[in-house]
């Protein structure tokens, strides 16, 4: 026979593990530094701009 499994237990650890991963994003992208986050942002649109520049005009 199997053992019978409580639901109000799985449900709060399912709820604390998104609740967890939820943390995780937000202290990733509240917890770096203005200064972090607006030279990454400047990087990824100079990689745009550079790969945008490479593209070919075919008509």
Not at 8 to 32: C, F, I, L, P, S
Not at 37 to 59: H, I, N, P, T, V
């Amino acid at each position: 026979m199997t053992k019978p499994v409580n639901l109000r237990q799985y449900r709060k650890q399912k709820a604390r593990k998104d609740r967890a991963a939820v943390a995780e994003t937000n202290r990733v992208a509240h917890g770096t530094p203005k200064a972090l986050r607006d030279a990454a942002e400047a990087e990824r649109l100079r990689r745009l701009a550079e790969l945008d520049g490479k593209k070919r005009d075919d008509s």
